[in-house]
């Protein structure tokens, strides 16, 4: 039988078959390898619960990695809606890096500034122009008091919600689908960071055209998996000046007359962007 995969739980998954019902599967051994998103053909082994037997061919695979580990977050997604929010304050860090993992995995991205209606939101959406400039879509949004304004992005695609615990995912995903019950928390205004309210990924069907997968929040996003040359080309605004460096190698931190240097000398790219992108060729070990 053939399914999708509409839940992940660690190493178990709700697999969604033709006819709507639901059966609890498991992989073969130790394998982990599936996602929330991914078409599947199990067997059955029991009259409730199967085993993943094959994994289609994916459409796309939007996933994180650290130096030890990688963990997938969703398969077959057509675009990536980055949630912030007013309050609490959101890591621009982490915002790059979903930017770069979206741009590398071939998935268009929107970024969502949920809970305006909290707080003054001119500081952020100023934080968030220039985003705006490379051609990144941004989305203003109070999904408590009206989602109307995100429902024209998400027609007609599988999206995938990934942010910070605490920016309002869980909210957005009750505010379109109320029926669903989808469990929120208060945000702990101590800590400035909220709390994980989803522990597991879950995919919903908004409309016959289009999905939402709803992930567990952020507070870290490795990009191991990437070399240098796949970062590079993630900054869109360095694709232009890409091999036009003195050296064919250049890693765009100390070396001389290198392009992006000139390019942000110039004004065309910002110095900010530069260092989150020399912060990560660090961290990858390439320089």
């Not at 051994?29 to 053909?41: H, L, N, P, R, S």
């Not at 059955?44 to 085993?51: A, F, L, P, Q, Y």
């Not at 675009?79 to 741009?103: D, G």
């Not at 929120?184 to 909220?194: C, K, P, Y």
Request: aromatic share 6%.
């Amino acid at each position: 039988m053939s399914g999708l995969v509409v839940a992940a739980y660690g190493k178990r998954y709700s697999v969604e078959l033709p006819d709507g019902k639901r059966m609890s599967c498991v992989t073969r051994g130790k394998k982990t390898d599936v996602a929330c998103g991914d078409q599947v053909d199990i067997k059955r082994t029991d009259h409730s619960e199967g085993v993943v037997e094959h994994i289609h061919e994916r459409r796309s695979l939007l996933y994180r990695s650290n130096a030890f580990r990688t963990k997938m977050l969703a398969a077959n997604v057509t675009q990536i809606v980055i949630v912030l929010a007013t309050t609490p304050s959101f890591y621009e860090s982490l915002l790059n890096r979903c930017l770069i993992a979206a741009e590398a995995a071939g998935i268009e991205a929107l970024i969502v500034l949920n809970k305006c209606d909290l707080a003054d939101n001119s500081a952020a959406l100023q934080q968030l122009a220039h985003y705006s400039a490379l051609g990144y879509r941004v989305q203003a949004l109070s999904a408590k008091q009206d989602i109307a304004p995100l429902l024209p992005w998400l027609q007609g695609h599988v999206s995938v919600l990934v942010g910070q615990s605490g920016m309002g995912k869980s909210t957005i995903v009750n505010a379109l689908l109320p029926d669903q019950g989808v469990r929120t928390q208060e945000v702990s205004a101590v800590l400035d960071s909220g709390k994980h309210t989803t522990t597991a990924a879950h995919l919903y069907h908004l409309n016959a055209e289009s999905d939402l997968i709803d992930s567990p929040g952020l507070q870290e996003f490795g990009l191991h998996h990437l070399d240098i040359e796949q970062l590079e080309q993630a900054f869109i605004e360095f694709r232009p000046h890409l091999g036009k460096c003195r050296f064919n190698n250049c890693r765009h931190v100390h070396e001389p007359d290198c392009a992006i240097h000139a390019a942000v000398a110039s004004g065309q790219i910002q110095q900010q962007r530069l260092d989150y992108f020399q912060e990560l060729v660090r961290e990858l070990g390439g320089a």
